[in-house]
């Protein structure tokens, strides 16, 4: 028997550049199971870029913290929450 674990992922943005990755995904925790919370860093400066991204196991659950997140405020500001796109491929930059 073959079972399939989907995982949605969720970009969220406009955030706080101090809210940590636990913090976040205490806001999601709310709705359902939290398989993983990141904030995007600068590589230079290590400092957060104001989004992340939110993995959960439950397509209902997540789609859930979608809809009662998104415009929501989390620490203070209006956080953008919507499923995540794939990454694009971008042409490499050689300086």
Wanted: charged share 30%; no cysteine.
């Amino acid at each position: 028997m073959l079972l399939y674990l989907f995982i949605m992922n969720i970009y969220v943005g406009n955030l706080d550049y101090k809210i940590t990755e636990d913090e976040l995904a205490n806001h999601f925790a709310e709705f359902g199971e939290v398989t993983s919370s990141r904030i995007i860093t600068d590589k230079f400066s290590g400092r957060s870029k104001g989004f992340g991204f939110i993995e959960m196991s439950n397509d209902e659950e997540a789609k859930k913290a979608i809809e009662n997140l998104n415009g929501a405020s989390i620490n203070n500001r209006n956080a953008v929450v919507n499923e995540a796109r794939p990454r694009e491929e971008r042409p490499r930059r050689d300086f």
